[in-house]
Nanobody, 121 residues
């Protein structure tokens, strides 16, 4: 079965950090560009980061730049999103998605089920 599995979300205080994981099951992640998205209640889905296939070029949205770091570990078939200096407005369900090809463009081939991040004191 082919799927993406996110983990690592949780409840964290403002200023805290989490490491979100996106593990591939049934396929090899290093053949894909990987994007991270988030969606808060009542808001549209927002693309926050992308890592390219092969040369690990990266992209961050302005809202997370300098606070989030995307990386991949091909040996573990996993992509990570290190989320630092968290703010309440970062609270959302975070999804990863895999795209065949070099860069993160719609449509994606696979989506994960999401992991909840809640930032609150």
């Amino acid at each position: 079965q082919v799927q993406l599995v996110e983990s690592g979300g949780g409840l964290v205080q403002p200023g805290g950090s989490l490491r979100l994981s996106c593990a591939a099951v049934g396929f090899t992640l290093d053949d894909y560009a990987i994007g991270w998205f988030r969606q808060a209640p009542g808001k549209e889905r927002e693309g926050v980061s992308c890592i390219s296939r092969s040369d690990d070029n990266t992209y961050y949205s302005d809202s997370v730049k300098d606070r989030f770091i995307i990386s991949r570990d091909n040996a573990k078939n996993t992509v990570y999103l290190q989320v630092n200096s968290l703010k309440p407005e970062d609270s959302a369900v975070y999804y990863c998605a895999a795209k065949v090809g070099y860069w993160c463009t719609l449509p994606y081939d696979y989506w994960g089920q999401g992991t909840q991040v809640t930032v609150s004191s």
